[in-house]
């Protein structure tokens, strides 16, 4: 946090301009070093000084220089970006120029982290800002816009508020019981607000999947032995040749993605090589792919050949899927029927790929069972990834645990724990309460530069 940070903040590549961003305390001085033009040093906070860099007596390029001194700006810190021509040789140059004079190239997202630890933003909202750059639609740009703005880590303050004041209640009445002017905190009241407090955050998680949903897309792994017509299932989703199709078994060897939108929520798409006993070592290779991926997905579609009855390798991947959300896709039904598919089965689909209008059926059932019709809000007040919900789920189960200490009569003091554990679980959200290796992990996916 003492040193001054440098890096690229565009996009590598010829374009018009490129940014070369400085944050910490010297980040005015050590510009002012290689900078030809006005006294850096003199300028007023957020002003761009026309000038030139020099890297000794060498011209490196015709600059625009942002000053922007603290506490007000992005990290709080000292900032200098550099506007030059945009280019790969020239934007390089400048980061040698400015890192041989004294600055130290910077993490990825360690501007934003410093925002966050300097107390300009908290975790939520710097979240948002990667979530920002990389939405991929409409209604994320949107969700991460109101995460930015600050909604949710409102709404996630005022819950903990809540909590605070039924705290700080419970310890009144704990410490000094002899007072008779303040409120007394009976087990009826405590389970009255805990009642509300459960039901209120029991809806924010609900709504939250669903927003999450709509941000990260449904990553959709197509499953099957060889020759079931995986790959032509995800040509005709995507409406191209994406994959490589024909009638000998194994020829897709690795997985193949693509992209969709299914009442504007984004389908990740995963073809994956077809799974069977092999001694080809890189077909091995793609099996053992394919079957790593059922972890990682959160749909699965199982495709079976109706032409042909099940086989061994066919009852292994009903088997390996049977605890995950999947459809059965019963494909080449324009064929004559021969499969006959194991009682107690869930969400089967048939189809074909003779045309677009072939896999409609799959496509519907995609949009049942994750609700897409109905999904789509106009409040973006909510989570939006999987370590926000998470914790807004353990948060819940203590409010739980405390409605089960209440039920069995236990004393006022052990249901507190469960309500601090609680308001603890939630400041983890915003950022309130965090561990290093938390930190380092969330900022460690960030853009170099931002």
């Known amino acids: 946090m003492n040193d001054t940070i440098v890096a690229i903040s565009t996009t590598m590549g010829v374009g018009a301009i490129s940014i070369v961003r400085l944050s910490g305390s010297e980040a005015v001085s050590i510009v002012n070093k290689c900078f030809k033009g006005k006294d850096l040093s003199k300028v007023q906070s957020h002003?761009?000084?026309?000038?030139?860099?020099?890297?000794?007596?060498?011209?490196?390029?015709?600059?625009?220089?942002?000053?922007?001194?603290?506490?007000?700006?992005y990290t709080t810190e000292d900032v200098v970006e550099i506007n030059c021509h945009g280019g790969i040789i020239t934007t390089n140059k400048i980061l040698e120029t400015i890192l041989n004079n004294g600055a130290r190239l910077a993490e990825p997202g360690e501007f934003t982290k410093r925002a966050f630890l300097n107390g300009r933003i908290d975790l939520v909202k710097s979240e948002a800002i990667m979530d920002l750059i990389q939405s991929k639609s409409e209604e994320a740009r949107k969700i991460a816009?109101?995460?930015?703005?600050?909604?949710?880590?409102?709404?996630?303050?005022?819950?903990?508020?809540?909590?605070?004041?039924?705290?700080?209640?419970?310890?009144v009445n704990i410490d000094y019981p002899e007072y008779y002017d303040i409120e007394v905190m009976t087990i009826e009241k405590i389970n009255e607000q805990v009642e509300k407090m459960k039901d209120e955050l029991s809806y924010l998680i609900?709504?939250?999947?669903?927003?999450?949903?709509?941000?990260?897309?449904?990553?959709?792994?197509?499953?099957g032995k060889p020759n079931v017509g995986k790959s032509s299932i995800l040509n005709m989703l995507l409406e191209q040749d994406k994959a490589i199709v024909t009638n000998i078994a194994g020829t897709t060897r690795d997985i193949v993605e693509g992209e969709i939108y299914l009442d504007g929520v984004l389908l990740n798409i995963i073809d994956t090589a077809g799974i069977r006993a092999t001694d080809d070592l890189v077909e091995k290779i793609g099996v053992e792919k394919s079957l790593s991926m059922i972890?990682?997905?959160?749909?699965?579609?199982?495709?079976?050949?109706?032409?042909?009855?099940?086989?061994?390798?066919?009852?292994?991947?009903?088997?390996?899927?049977?605890?995950?959300?999947?459809?059965?896709?019963?494909?080449?039904?324009?064929?004559?029927?021969?499969?006959?598919?194991?009682?107690?089965?869930?969400?089967?689909?048939?189809?074909?790929?003779?045309?677009?209008?072939?896999?409609?059926?799959?496509k519907e059932k995609i949009k049942e069972m994750f609700n897409l019709e109905k999904i789509s809000t106009k409040d973006y007040t909510y989570l939006t990834n999987s370590r926000q919900i998470s914790l807004a789920k353990k948060a819940y189960q203590n409010l739980l645990d405390a409605k089960e200490a209440i039920k069995e009569n236990q004393p006022v003091d052990i249901i507190e724990i469960d309500l601090k554990e609680c308001f603890d679980n939630l400041g983890e959200i915003i950022g309130a309460t965090y561990s290093d290796e938390i930190i380092d992990n969330l900022f460690e996916n960030f853009c170099v530069g931002k």
């Open 47 to 73: 002003t761009i000084n026309y000038g030139h860099m020099y890297d000794g007596d060498e011209l490196i390029d015709e600059v625009l220089v942002s000053i922007m001194l603290k506490p007000k700006s």
């Open 145 to 171: 816009l109101s995460q930015l703005d600050g909604k949710t880590s409102a709404l996630i303050t005022k819950f903990r508020n809540n909590l605070k004041q039924l705290l700080s209640s419970i310890e």
């Open 295 to 362: 972890n990682e997905a959160d749909l699965i579609v199982v495709v079976l050949n109706n032409n042909e009855i099940l086989s061994q390798e066919d009852y292994e991947i009903l088997e390996k899927t049977k605890n995950k959300t999947r459809i059965i896709v019963i494909n080449k039904n324009d064929l004559n029927r021969k499969l006959t598919l194991p009682t107690g089965l869930t969400n089967i689909v048939e189809t074909n790929t003779n045309s677009v209008e072939g896999i409609k059926s799959l």
């Open 206 to 223: 609900k709504e939250s999947e669903n927003t999450a949903t709509i941000k990260n897309g449904i990553k959709t792994v197509i499953l």
